[in-house]
């Protein structure tokens, strides 16, 4: 028996990407134990930005349920994550996660290597944006297995359950997890890493933001084709996620320490400019 855990980022009650999440579920066999989380219901707080968590057995000290979402996650043996997309881009809870992820980059030894799929659901045709490729970072950020990622149209609650292929496809995604010779069928150019199809240009390599891998446009004919180079050390690599939490961050840290002094007499100035209002402030 396994433990499935379903992660749903959406507040809608039985929409789109609970259903899917469910099916795909499912179909991973009726004697697994499942388990789902409704990510809005949980209270995770904004990063605070203080690097207080860099170091390896130093945890996050914002009181919120982000370490019971981590600890459920630790326990399953496979994970789904299903969100929306709202305004080409994944739900907002998804974003709040992922910035705390910060607590967890020295920590991913721990996520290593457990099957996950990402179920996206978005309401207009051509309007998915960039919500499955970020999306996906959820998974590589905290080195999940990725064993294969979605896109489903449906803009009403159940919309996706009137084409039978959208079930068919949560299924065959589903038995993924469980299944160690599953192949994900791959998509013309994208991002051969960490699968984006968001790429960026900067007049002569083409670059993924998200992984950083670069590849070029090779001309043939009347086509054009997308070449990317081999790369071994992408943010998600272990030597990326090295230099990225052990070398880069520490250091700006200890750069921090060493200039506190310089850094808040630089402040000064801004810090007596209170321009600032709220809800509970008095317009003059």
């Given amino acids: 028996m396994k433990r499935i855990l379903g992660i749903v980022a959406s507040q809608r009650m039985a929409g789109n990407s609970e259903i899917l999440a469910k099916v795909a579920m499912e179909a991973t066999g009726a004697d ?3 388990e789902m989380i409704r990510l809005t219901d949980l209270d995770i707080k904004a990063c605070k930005a203080c690097y207080t968590c860099l170091p390896p057995d130093v945890p996050c000290h914002i009181k919120d349920d982000l370490n019971f979402l981590l600890d459920k996650i630790r326990a399953a043996d496979a994970v789904v994550l299903a969100a929306p ?32 799929i990402t179920i996206t659901t978005y309401g207009v045709p051509s309007w998915e944006g960039y919500a499955e490729a970020a999306l996906n970072l959820t998974a590589r950020f905290l080195n999940l297995h990725l064993v294969d990622s979605a896109s489903f149209l449906g803009a009403n609650p159940a919309e996706v359950l009137e084409n039978p292929i959208n079930l068919e496809k949560a299924r065959h995604m589903g038995r993924g997890l469980i299944d160690p010779k599953y192949q994900r069928s791959s ?51 272990e030597e990326g996620r090295h230099h990225h939490f052990d070398v880069f961050l520490n250091g ?33």
């Fill in 32 to 34: 697994n134990q499942m």
């Fill in 85 to 116: 997309c709202y305004f080409l881009g994944p739900h907002g809870s998804i974003k709040m996660l992922q910035d705390r992820f910060l607590s967890v980059g020295n920590k991913s030894q721990e996520f290593s290597g457990k099957p996950c």
């Fill in 187 to 237: 998509k013309a150019n994208e991002c051969p890493v960490c699968w984006s199809d968001i790429l960026r240009f900067d007049g002569k390599m083409v670059i993924c933001p998200f992984c950083g891998t670069k590849g070029e446009i090779k001309v043939e004919g009347q086509e054009a084709k997308l070449v990317f180079h081999p790369q071994t050390n992408h943010r998600f690599s």
């Fill in 252 to 284: 700006k840290k200890q750069e921090f320490i060493a200039k506190r002094k310089h850094y808040k007499e630089l402040q000064i100035p801004y810090r007596s400019i209170n321009w600032w209002v709220s809800p509970h402030t008095t317009s003059p």
